[in-house]
């Protein structure tokens, strides 16, 4: 398939608008962003926000706007690095920080095990 085509097929998007009992198809480019959009961020639009009315559902959007952009350009940042691709999800680094933190406090008490039997460990 051409490259064109594929791109246009990914990247740009229509809505349909019905203004005055016409219905308008408008195109729009999709922010290259949103190739980095979690599934996480998309959850919480779908089952967070208030879907009662368009304007809930807008209002809901702009006003979290602003951490799902930091979001998106940390998952880009991540994916720039080799084999950073996979770590598209945060709860993979939330996963791998605990089990650091585990690792870390298992091999401080291993290493001071013997001031632990005898009671040498002094409170902070």
């Known amino acids: 398939m051409n490259k064109t085509v594929k791109f246009f ?3 740009i998007r229509s ?3 019905v203004k005055d009992n016409v219905i308008s198809t408008c195109y729009f480019q999709m922010p290259f962003y949103f190739k980095y959009l979690s599934q996480e961020i998309k959850d919480q639009l779908i089952n967070k926000s208030d879907r009662s009315s368009d304007q809930e559902r807008l209002k809901f959007f702009f006003n979290n706007i602003d951490g799902y952009k930091v979001q998106m350009k940390w998952i880009k940042k ?5 084999g950073g691709q996979y770590i598209t999800r945060w709860q993979i680094c939330r996963l791998i920080c605990l089990v650091l933190v585990m690792f870390i406090n298992i091999g401080y008490l291993l290493y001071h095990k013997s001031e632990f039997a005898e009671g040498s ?3 902070l």
């Open 78 to 82: 991540f994916a720039k690095i080799k």
């Open 9 to 11: 097929r990914k990247w």
């Open 121 to 123: 460990v002094t409170e």
């Open 15 to 17: 809505v349909e608008i």
